[in-house]
T-cell receptor
Framework: EAGVAQSPRYKIIEKRQSVAFWCNPI?????LYWYQQILGQGPKLLIQ????????DSQLPKDRFSAERLKGVDSTLKIQPAKLEDSAVYLC?????????????FGPGTRLTVT | SQKIEQNSEALNIQEGKTATLTCNYT??????LQWYRQDPGRGPVFLLL?????KEKRKERLKVTFDTTLKQSLFHITASQPADSATYLC?????????????FGAGTQVVVTP
């Protein structure tokens, strides 16, 4: 079974630029998550989708971050404009369970450096 | 505010010994708790799930306990091996009928030396 795919793996941008990350979850997984992991910290949930609907985006900085999941499969996370404090690893995860608890399968992440 | 605490200091342990990690939480009513392993440069990997009405779970050399009175989970790696060296994260999910709302701790690094 193929795992969660993410691209790009690395991205370096200047502050105030925009960036987009892509995620392809495991086939058949209805739930998709985006996390931000700052060095030395645990992953912080940004947004959770159930199929193509948003379930939880309470911690998403909506003034600069946006995410969509078209057709309930692939997802993109965008940052516009980026700030220095956005430097982190952005992890995508998916789960098969349609209700809790959610055993999550994570992708390798995208390491973003904002200069 | 809700808080999950894991020991920030790395746990250095000799091969063959048992590693014990703690996960404490406050202002939280978790319905379940999970443990993940994370290697450098990679995403977390799910290890074990324990529900609020369970006291203990085992999987091979891993054992998890969950004490909702103490608001604590213990994670044990028995007969540790150098390959067990990684960061271990606990994560709590609140509400059996919620949509997850997972929260991760910061993780504890384990270093197993031969």
């Amino acid at each position: 079974e193929a795992g969660v795919a993410q691209s790009p793996r690395y991205k370096i941008i200047e502050k105030r630029q925009s960036v987009a990350f892509w995620c392809n979850p495991i086939s058949g997984h209805a739930t998709l998550y985006w996390y931000q992991q700052i060095l030395g910290q645990g992953p912080k949930l940004l947004i959770q989708f159930q199929n193509n609907g948003v379930v939880d985006d309470s911690q998403l900085p909506k003034d600069r971050f946006s995410a969509e999941r078209l057709k309930g499969v692939d997802s993109t996370l965008k940052i516009q404009p980026a700030k220095l404090e956005d430097s982190a690893v952005y992890l995508c995860a998916s789960s098969f369970n349609r209700g809790p608890p959610y055993e999550q399968y994570f992708g390798p992440g995208t390491r973003l450096t904002v200069t | 505010s809700q808080k999950i605490e894991q020991n920030s200091e790395a746990l250095n342990i000799q091969e063959g010994k048992t590693a014990t990690l703690t996960c404490n939480y406050t202002n939280y009513s978790p319905a379940y708790l999970q443990w993940y392993r994370q290697d450098p440069g990679r995403g977390p990997v799910f290890l074990l799930l324990i529900r609020e009405n369970e006291k203990e779970k085992r999987k091979e050399r891993l054992k998890v306990t969950f004490d909702t009175t103490l608001k604590q989970s213990l994670f044990h790696i028995t007969a540790s091996q150098p390959a067990d060296s990684a960061t271990y994260l606990c994560a709590l999910g609140e509400g059996a009928d919620s949509w997850g709302k997972f929260q991760f701790g910061a993780g504890t690094q384990v270093v197993v030396t031969p």
